[in-house]
């Protein structure tokens, strides 16, 4: 009798712990749905469209957001989580402002920019940030319908202009960052921020890839059939994808566009706009230098002494104009006409 006891105690032993087992290996997580019908909900997202979810993960891991070092860099400081972390992004959208109230500690990731598992459905691919806002530097409104999400982080930070200008350090190095930072696409698609000085070359009053649909989400989301890692979640459009990806097509002659006409104009422009700025003292390109080769999101404003005067306003604003164009990266494509105004009016000031 008692060895039959005993195995009736090892029997319900046995079936608590499976079910226990099973409770932690179900779909559900931390916050996740719980009951029999847990793998229904999660087969919402994850069931007969896992392909397409599961391609959108892939492509996330090629993208600079998850491969970059904006997170390494910046992670735990409170001024610079609001983009260069994930729960800091969140955090900030959440509460309709452009930095976090607390010390961020996530990279980049889908809870970023997405509401996921919150309703456990499709609706948790909602965006986090939809309607359009205030750029951070020159307070002007844009909306960039899709891309309004990618805008918020991808804008020129606030830099405070005196009279005359005056370039101070930060630290004991030997420039300063005085200037819109590294993330000025917003500003350059918009035409806010960069200054127009005087030349022979028009200022355009509309950019057509402003008025896209989707915003950048147009281009840098499009697709290519043929290739999985260009466009989507990998954000990537690197010239030879181009003429691939079906919704610049929609637009541009493939021939035309796999030529880069924009970029061979303005890319030589740039590297004599560069010298120039060098050789009157005020570009300083040392920390663009590096073992893995030249960064221009490393050239800054040139501040030998403690500071550094600049009694004519365009010579800074010669400057800044640099700096907003090859640190927006497109070599012109993302604003031509513009950026060609820009570029060729900023050579005719240098007298190049």
Known sequence: MKKFESLIWKLFGLLTVLGI???????????????????IVCAVCHGADADDVNLKFNQYHLSRHNTGVIYEEEAGRLACGGCHTGDGFAEAATLGQNDPVSKASSKINCKACHTIHKNFDTTDFAR?????????????????KDGNLCSKCHQARPFTRTVPDTISRVSGTTYSRFG?????????????????????????????????????????????????????????MTPPNLAKIVECRNCHDSTTISKAAIQNDIGPKLV????????KGWLDTTAAVS???YNVLGEY?????AKVAFPNPTDVEVVLNYLYVAKDRSKGVHNPAYIKALVNNGLQYLGK
């Open 301 to 305: 404003f040139r501040a030998d002494q």
């Open 291 to 293: 073992a893995e080769g």
């Open 128 to 144: 986090r940030i939809t309607a359009g806002f205030a750029l951070r530097h020159t307070g002007a409104m844009i909306d960039q």
């Open 272 to 279: 004599i706009y560069r010298q120039a700025l060098i050789d």
């Open 21 to 39: 087992t099973s409770m932690f290996i179900s779909c559900t997580g931390p916050e996740g749905p719980a009951g029999p019908s847990a793998e």
């Open 180 to 236: 819109p930072h590294y993330g000025v696409v917003a500003n350059v698609v918009t035409m806010n921020g960069p200054y127009q000085i005087t030349g022979d070359d028009t200022y355009p009053t509309i950019n057509q890839h402003a008025s896209l649909p989707k915003g950048c989400v147009s281009c840098h989301m499009g697709s290519d059939p043929s290739n999985p890692a260009a466009g989507g979640h990998t954000f990537l």
